[in-house]
């Protein structure tokens, strides 16, 4: 099995998204067609917006850039981002608090 084809990215309604998995995707701009969906659906500016990671047990350096520009395009729509983590997954503990630096509008929830 290709070992960077171990996740996935589900648009669960119109303002939530659950990623899950393992992503090892080489670069930004790979990661940039997956999140894709989710971006759309960022930029027609729900009231808020929720992103599910407590099942993604690994993203790489490439994909924590990715999300960042999924905070960004939060911040350029006015859509507040809860983002839901899992405090059992320690690179989400390490660095999804982070991202609230990127705007004041985003949430972060650990289960």
Do not use: C
């Amino acid at each position: 099995m290709d070992k960077t084809i171990d996740y996935t990215v589900n648009l669960d309604s119109e303002k939530e998204a659950t990623i899950s998995g393992k992503f090892r995707l080489s670069s930004p701009n790979s990661y940039e067609t997956v999140f894709s969906e989710i971006k759309i659906a960022m930029e027609k500016g729900p009231k808020d917006f929720v992103l599910d990671l407590r099942n993604l047990t690994f993203l790489n350096s490439a994909g924590i850039t990715s999300l960042a520009r999924l905070i960004i395009t939060g911040r350029e729509h006015n859509v507040p981002i809860t983002i839901k983590g899992s405090d059992l997954i320690a690179w989400q503990l390490k660095t999804l608090d982070s991202l609230r630096r990127l705007w004041s509008k985003v949430t972060i929830s650990f289960d």
